[in-house]
C-alpha cells in the first residue's frame, strides 16, 4: 500500500515545488515523521537529480542511502522540456513500472514520501498521460504549490477546478515566499486570497507558507 505518499505538484514551471518539497520534509521529519522526497521524472540532467539534491540541502542530510540506489530518482532525462519529450528525445519511454517500484518501497521503509512531479498539473508524461490522471489514477493526496507572482490567483483557481473535476484529495496548498517577489502588495493579496478560497472551497485542505529558505 502507499497511502502514505503525497504528490507535489504546482501551478508552473519554477513556481518552487522543489523548495516546498524539501522544507515539508524538513518540517515533518522535525515533528517526528519519517520522511523522504522522491522525484517522478527528472529531466535536464545525467546522473543526478539536481531536485533530489535541493531538497537534501534544505533538509540538511546530504544524499542519502536511496538516493544512491536511485529509489528517489527512478528516471532522469537529459533534455530540459516536459518528461514526454524528453523521453522521446533520449530514445527511451518512461518505466512506470519502476517508478512505482521505488516509490512502494520508499513508502514501507518511511512514514511519509513525498513525490514530486515535473513541471505543473496539466505537464504530459506521455503523449496520452497527463501528470494530473497519473496522481488521480494512483489515488495520491495533492500537495499544490504556489506563488505571489502576478497570474497566480487565476492559474492556483484553474488548477483546484481540475483537481475538483477529477475528485482528487487535496492535502494542502503551498504558498511558496521563496524567491521573494518583488511587488510584495500583490504577494501578500494574493497570499490572502487564496487562504480565504482554499477554506471555503478546500476546508480539510490545509494552507502551507513556504518562508524565505537560506541555502
Known sequence: MKNNVF???????NVGKS???????????????????QKLVQTGNDAVSEDIELHRRIMGTGLLEED?????MPEIYTYPCSPHLAAEIDGRPIDFGRIDAATARLSEEYDAVLLEGAGGLMVPLTRSLLTIDYIAENGYP???????????????????????SRNM??????????????DMTIADDTRAYL????AREFPDAE???VPEIAL
Open 7 to 13: 504528490f507535489v505538484s504546482g501551478i508552473d514551471t
Open 19 to 37: 523548495y516546498a518539497a524539501g522544507w515539508i520534509a524538513s518540517q515533518w521529519n522535525r515533528s517526528g515523521v519519517r520522511t523522504i522526497t
Open 68 to 72: 544512491r540506489l536511485g529509489l528517489t
Open 142 to 164: 495533492l500537495i499544490f504549490v504556489t506563488s505571489g507572482r502576478l497570474g497566480s490567483i487565476s492559474h492556483t483557481l484553474l488548477g483546484l477546478e481540475a483537481v475538483r
Open 169 to 182: 484529495r487535496l492535502k494542502a496548498l503551498v504558498f511558496n515566499m521563496f524567491p521573494k517577489e518583488e
Open 195 to 198: 487562504m480565504e478560497h482554499i
Open 207 to 209: 494552507f502551507l507558507t
